[in-house]
């Protein structure tokens, strides 16, 4: 019987409802110190005092830390992915608000938050910037000099580049679009604008670290577990097997738990005070830690009469904040499908990296797409309505069809951009004509499509260990941060081996005995662990068969694995284990040229259609239909999937209609859950959540990832619905009852007062 | 350059000396409930009544369980490796003093010890019986009905026997014992006994139970990681894989922590109480958990004029205490090694596994072999005294030689016994007469020699893994218990990976994530463990050339590791997994006759010499010079292979000079440190540890187990010197000066008065 194709309920479901599931936030271990993170108030500044004195005095505290003490284990304490530009603890300067500065240690968390306020700096202020475009000009520079981490070899170019914020400038050329542009008899520009936005994960980050007689553990809330093993051993200048990382379940990701978040200091700190510390964030330190890329698209097509667009040109200014984290992968990954999941001949892309002295950015559910769909669908919309041409009959035109060249050079290839689109139409109704509503409420509908390449090329690497009584243990280090990857997994080892998912007991991320992962993002997991699990029972049944023929049993003959074990052993007695490493082929983008003839493993398509009303008067819509359409191959558990597509679904509609991090010189005004809304239960719509028809041939069992594409197109939907109801074209997020209202004022000509 | 053969230090050792090191005594988790046991203070009654009302009013108390508590959960609530005879808690009957009767859970485990004092059991006594022989004519029998676990298939034939203390009798019957004993001229028949030791570790059994979300965790001081998930996996009726059994390192183990010792009890009080529970024995409670066979040894031979020994009869009693444990298989493995390292055409041998009310005896170093070896060796040397043939000459006309068959029909290969008997001579210098000393001080010398066979068959299994900068993490299910075994395996791995012993971590066993292994005992791990390392490492490396290939690095160049990896996956990422699974050919001995054409891998050698003075006055002996010699193969690492032996011979020594479980009707009388008198440091004798220059040819590196021994010869060696010294005889271990001064007074026709 498959054991994919079903949707069983989530293993880890149960220990959720019972409360017994394992998180961080929980864990605890004797004589642990918590710690208290003092944050920077300027966003850029020279540090010229610390003075620690009345907190180390506090009743209580163990100790206080600053960047001095950390530099005696650590001589350069600085961190990240791509670029070695984030340190453990301020180093002399601060380059944003709320980086942090030092950290207070007490066997007490209260008292650590009480003393961590006696703690006075003394900053010099020093010029700082936080518009994207406006960075790129240089004229205020945030780093002196330009730090890649040699971890990404394509940034090696960029070593030791001086007076500059652009940390990467990714470009993509194909065809002649200069050319192009200038033969062009219609040719459309538009710039659009993404805030910034958090991933709003209930479970902050956490950290606990461990001194150990071998090394260091690190209990962490990390998406990541293999890469922060490497980056912390790097840091401390160990081998990687003296440094182990322990994942338990997540309560929430979405990107933001990538890379090093608390886990430096924490390890430091450890070593430090060579006792177990704790450092769980608060809500507010969140907003503080890492954030959604704020992006300014300008996009530019030349189209032909009939329609076809034959050229684009599109140029993105990533806001990265302070520190890259992975800033310079998402303007790369996301920059070269930047124009859209469109059969252009001429294309040009520019994707700028740009440092800010806003915290930093980095991967969030989408990893850059939401940016680019916002832009590159609200951008089609306004063209076919330019042109009278029915905007699905526009898309259906000049979206890539099997087979044919992505931007990049590479064919597509199981990417049904066709299907989703026709789905969704067909769900909207689309040949019906919408009945417009009369008076002060106006109806509309609208759709958007948007592709999102794979992170490549990664490995994944699992173990399948049969015991004596059949029962099964997985280990691999992917996480389940509520994405139901325990259960995918488990579904596809069962059906290797022919059980019931449920006999699987699946073992957390825990680096000592998980082997390598590179982690659980970018919808990533299914296609490439999913491979690594499916392989890593293969060879356990064969490893199985061949006990089987040692304890000499007829071969073909189907016994239980228990009787091959008790026969070849005499006893209850052995187990088998399977083990595969998965990776994908792949060729990297040609650095001049951005070109590449095999760029992903597998698309991921997403669209959305919308039908809404707009209340002209207050400025507020009322979405009547969501109608969230993916392309994820076939699913290995498909409820899993439909929860998926609507959880990415409800995430992008918080992205289009309220999240937005206010800033002001630097400062985060709205740094609370009351002040930053994300959904409520109420503002969800009825949904339809959709995966089409379709097979991923490279897939383990026909799947791929599905975590992140239903999140691409619901912001531009709503915006082309409102421009279908009441004629304005919104170019900013969210899409605010007041944004509305101000572009329904300008297009009426009698623009909001201020103090209206 | 090779790794093994080298005395690399200890990998443990600084995490010892600093303090760091784990072990499950240190361990504690949040909530945690600490149990305290109520023991039997019968030895053989039926449970009246049983009142914890008391006990469960004291302040602090969480609550009191019995068997009736725990039966709601384990119906059938009976443990054991050989026998499902053990009940959790007693069942309305007890059956030896100390036998657990119920236990108190308390937050402070001052509590639970004051708390327990308070209940009130009222037994029924009924008649016990306590020696071995005594219990063998079954006049008073322990267990109504025998209940073989099944495990062990060749004890099915004993289900259902009933009014018989006999557990099992190995016989073992080779040429015509019989007819040769009948014609033989010149017979000699001797009884010795072996009193009741402990195996002294300083860290008591101590076990954590864990209930989990997804089955329950135990954290416990044992050598047998695997058994335990086995075990209580079938009591609790789960899959092996809900059952996780986590072990850092022992404080000694000496096999005491074999199979279930608090295991079971504290998985069911987890599982009661919903919360994690810990008992930690005290050292008093160590007396009435395990201790090793008492046992009665008559063995007759038949030999010829010239010294040749023609035929042997051995009737063995083990006095196996109230519960099975291991005690069949003692029985069994030593028993058919009961006639010794001797070429003997003609063998009978019985041996008895016997029930009786004294506390459960088991596995201890040695398994047996001592008790045996201090028979025929003290039989060997009278034998030889009485014919007027040097001990040593007489020896090596009857050893075992290579290729010759050992009594179960087993041709010998690969056991230096003469190498073994010719090292101890001449570090003796046999061939140089001692000088006997005058007055009241005498001199002599002695010696022993004795085998064993390895445990089999028995399956063990390794994971190698290489991580990404060449790092290496070994997982196995050996437990370090002090004698090195994580040193051992090291630098197995590192020979074959040809790396430094120092880069390989290894992961201490965790049931989910380390592989099978029957355990560690019987001087089995170096063998099979030894083998299960050597042969992952092979497949990892295997697999790190294969990665070599597919990045495309010429064969045969011999990159590290951290360029295959980097080359391979484009950055430091991924792992190499090697697994391997070895157990040894074995053919187990035939029911009726006992024979067996390959009845072990491998034959463990171990012989003593002694050069003593007796005060002839006080009965005290000193000990001039102690030799330990052993056959162990190639050692794989010298020094740890000398602290064996001196460990082994140290024991060797308390058990022959002081160690004695004193008991009157049931009840232990020196049940501490204070009066059972184990070797001190003041108590070791000048000694030489010599491992003979041999190879194990189907060992891994040459090499085989040396863990029990140098412990085999020392008492009849000593035993032996005495009589060369003062003509007397000891057939009772242990020889203390009263024994001495006794038996010198009994020669001399003078018996020493009780009350002189």
């Known amino acids: 019987m498959n054991q994919v194709g079903r949707s069983i309920p989530r293993v880890e479901a149960r220990a959720k409802v019972t409360g017994r599931a394992e998180y961080i936030h929980h864990f605890t271990l004797p004589h642990m110190l918590y710690g208290k993170v003092l944050r920077s108030t300027v966003a850029h500044g020279r540090i010229k005092t610390i003075d620690t004195a009345a907190a180390k005095a506090h009743s209580g505290v163990h100790s206080v830390v600053t960047a001095s003490d950390i530099m005696k284990i650590v001589p350069h304490p600085y961190y990240g992915p791509a670029f070695h530009d984030q340190p453990i603890l301020a180093v002399d300067k601060v380059f944003h608000v709320g980086q942090a500065v030092a950290v207070v240690l007490a066997e007490d968390p209260h008292v650590a938050d009480a003393a961590v306020q006696l703690i006075e700096v003394e900053y010099e202020e020093l010029p700082a910037v936080f518009d994207e475009v406006e960075a790129a000009k240089n004229e205020i520079v945030v780093h002196d000099e330009l730090k890649p981490a040699g971890t990404f070899t394509d940034l090696k170019h960029l070593v030791g580049r001086k007076n500059t914020n652009i940390a990467l400038d990714f470009q993509l050329k194909r065809g002649d679009p200069d050319g192009a542009f200038a033969a062009a008899n219609r040719v459309f520009e538009h710039t659009f604008r993404f805030p910034t936005q958090l991933a709003v994960s209930f479970e902050p980050f956490v950290t606990v670290g461990e001194p150990r007689a071998d090394g260091l553990t690190l209990h962490t809330a990390s998406q990541m577990p293999s890469f922060v093993r490497l980056e912390i051993a790097r840091l401390l200048g160990w081998p990687e097997n003296k440094v182990r990382i322990r994942v338990p379940l997540l309560g929430g990701g979405f990107g933001a738990k990538t890379y090093i978040k608390l886990e430096a200091l924490v390890a430091v700190l450890a070593l ?418 959709i995966a089409v028809d379709a097979v991923q041939k490279n897939g383990p069992f026909g799947a791929k990832g599905v975590g992140e594409s239903a999140i691409f197109a619901v912001a531009p939907a709503i915006a082309n619905a409102i421009d279908d109801a009441i004629g304005v074209r919104l170019t900013h997020l969210p899409i605010t009852p007041e944004a509305v209202l101000r572009a329904l004022r300008i297009k009426e000509n009698r623009p909001i007062e201020d103090d209206e």
């Open 272 to 689: 430090i005070a060579k006792r177990p510390v704790k450092i769980a964030a608060t809500m507010e330190e969140q907003f503080y830690i890492i954030n959604n890329h704020p992006a300014t698209f300008r996009i530019k097509s030349a189209v032909s009469d009939s329609g076809r667009v034959i050229a684009r040109e599109c140029e993105v200014w990533w806001n990265g904040g302070a520190f890259a984290d992975i800033g310079p992968r998402v303007s790369q990954k996301s920059g070269f499908t930047a124009s859209g999941p469109y059969d252009i001949e001429h294309v040009k892309i520019d994707s700028y990296e740009i440092y800010t002295n806003l915290p930093p950015t980095g991967a969030v559910r989408g990893f850059g797409i939401p940016q680019l769909v916002w832009a590159y669908e609200s951008h089609t919309d306004i063209i076919a309505r330019d042109m009278g041409i029915d905007p699905v009959e526009f898309r259906r035109m000049n979206i890539l069809r099997e087979g044919r060249p992505h931007a990049t050079g590479t064919d597509m290839r199981d990417a049904a951009i066709d299907k989703v689109l026709d789905t969704i139409a067909d769900e909207m109704n689309w040949k019906i004509p919408l009945a417009r509503g009369e008076g002060k409420t106006r109806r509309g509908r609208g759709i958007g499509i948007g592709i999102k390449a794979s992170i490549s090329p990664t490995a994944s690497v699992a173990i399948v260990n049969i015991s004596a009584d059949g029962s099964i243990t997985l280990s691999m280090s992917t996480v389940d941060m509520g994405q139901g990857s325990d259960t995918i997994m488990s579904q596809a080892a069962a059906d290797v081996l022919d059980v019931d998912p449920g006999v699987v007991k699946i073992v957390h991320p825990d680096t000592d005995v998980t082997p390598f992962d590179v982690g659980t993002l970018g919808s990533r997991s299914t296609f490439h662990m999913g491979h690594a699990v499916r392989l890593a029972a293969i060879d356990a049944k064969k490893k199985l068969e061949a006990l089987a023929e040692e304890a000499g049993l007829p071969k073909g003959t189907n016994y239980p694995p228990s009787e091959i074990f008790k026969k070849r052993y005499g006893m209850q007695a052995g187990n088998v284990i399977g083990t595969a490493t998965y990776m994908p082929t792949y060729v990297p983008p040609d650095k001049e040229t951005g070109m590449s003839s095999d760029v992903t493993p597998n698309w991921m398509i997403g669209g959305a259609g919308v039908d809404l009303e707009v209340d002209t008067e207050t400025g507020h819509i009322r979405i009547h239909k969501l109608i969230n359409v993916v392309d994820c191959g076939t699913p290995i558990n498909p409820e899993i999937v439909r929860t998926q597509i609507s959880g990415a679904a409800i995430m992008g509609l918080g992205s289009a209609l309220s999240e937005d991090v206010h800033t002001d010189g630097g400062q985060i005004t709205n740094a609370s859950l009351a002040d930053y809304k994300i959904m409520g239960i109420h503002d969800i719509p009825a949904m339809k959540n």
